[in-house]
């Protein structure tokens, strides 16, 4: 199922990240895919003032100036106030992927979480993407050693190592 059938003829989009691995790399997934499956979209990334887990005022006006269409978040802890501002200004457009946070739902919101190693992860499962390097650097960037607890994703990480013949240290330093 394809999560973004409904942004159907809309023209310009904006994906707001997290500034940590998981959140640059779910991002660059979300582009990628756009580029890929609605090539005559444009998202843009937006990453919010580091340490900040809202939009200020400044940063709404910012990205209401901008024309965006359609709003996408993904791995940011946002606050309840924050998803209602957002709703509020594109009402059934804002696109909420996270992977361990579960805010109140919002009628113009689409959420899309769920327990998983890394909000990368869960993208590329929730969009039938493979598990390549990009979500298990996440994983790894967001779990660190713990991931190799994780009998159901640790192995799609052993998998990215063997077919690039990396070590896990190496994707513990690549996450930096």
């Avoid at 409904?6 to 691995?21: C, L, P, Q, S, Y």
């Avoid at 361990?100 to 998983?116: I, K, L, S």
């Avoid at 640790?154 to 077919?163: F, G, I, N, T």
Wanted: charged share 20%; net charge negative; aromatic share 14%.
């Amino acid at each position: 199922m394809d999560v973004f059938a409904d942004i159907g003829a809309r023209n310009k989009g904006v994906v707001i990240h997290h500034w940590d691995t998981d959140g640059i790399v779910s991002a660059a997934i979300l582009r990628n895919y756009f580029r890929q499956e609605y090539p005559g979209i444009t998202v843009d990334l937006f990453m919010p003032t580091i340490t900040n887990y809202y939009l200020t005022p400044d940063q709404y006006d910012y990205l209401q100036a901008q024309g965006y269409e359609f709003i996408i978040t993904c791995d940011l802890n946002f606050p309840g106030d924050t998803v209602q501002g957002l709703a509020q200004r594109w009402p059934g457009q804002v696109y909420f992927f996270d992977h361990h946070h579960h805010p109140a739902p919002h009628a113009n919101v689409h959420y899309y979480n769920m327990e998983h190693p890394a909000c990368a992860s869960h993208i590329a499962e929730r969009l039938a993407l493979p598990f390549d390097v990009l979500p298990v650097i996440a994983m790894v960037g967001d779990r660190e050693e713990g991931i190799q607890q994780d009998k159901l994703y640790y192995p799609h990480v052993q998998a990215v190592m063997a077919e690039h013949g990396l070590t896990f240290s190496q994707l513990l330093e690549a996450r930096r």
